[in-house]
């Protein structure tokens, strides 16, 4: 019995080079749009910096322990430019929470921009694959 379930491991595999294929196909995918990620990547510091200079303007004298330097306003801007929103620092005069609304509108974009390269650059990758040949059996289970 041991026997016949050491030969059923064999079948995992074929599972795992299925996931191989897929981090290949990752791998490229990435490497065709470095650049671009490169790029987006200076950007996103340009802003987190221009966006802790901003809140730094409006939040310094009403709240001086979270945004007494440009170093403290550094957290809440990464903070929001990910959309994560601790809610450990936040805006609480009107020129700040408007500021806050534009930096939030901005990291939504910022996230949702390599989230569609990278999209791309796999359905395209699939998509030569697939003209290959190379691609893996689909899994009828």
């Not at 019995?1 to 990752?26: H, N, Q, Y």
């Not at 990547?41 to 939040?59: D, K, P, Q, R, T």
């Not at 550094?74 to 959309?83: G, H, K, N, S």
């Not at 806050?100 to 791309?120: D, E, W």
Request: glycine share 8%.
């Amino acid at each position: 019995m041991l026997r016949i379930l050491r030969f059923l491991r064999v079948f995992r595999l074929f599972k795992a080079t299925r996931f191989i294929l897929a981090v290949d196909r990752l791998t490229a995918a990435l490497r065709e749009i470095q650049r671009e990620i490169f790029a987006l990547l200076i950007l996103s510091l340009m802003l987190v910096y221009l966006s802790a200079c901003g809140i730094h303007y409006f939040e310094r004298d009403v709240q001086p322990e979270k945004f007494g330097s440009i170093l403290d306003s550094m957290w809440w801007a990464v903070v929001t430019l990910t959309t994560v929103g601790y809610g450990d620092t936040f805006p609480i005069t009107p020129g700040g929470k408007v500021f806050t609304a534009f930096v939030t509108l901005i990291g939504v974009g910022l996230i949702a921009i390599p989230s569609g390269l990278l999209a791309s650059a796999l359905t395209q990758s699939r998509v030569e694959d697939e003209q290959r040949g190379t691609d893996a059996p689909e899994d009828n289970e």
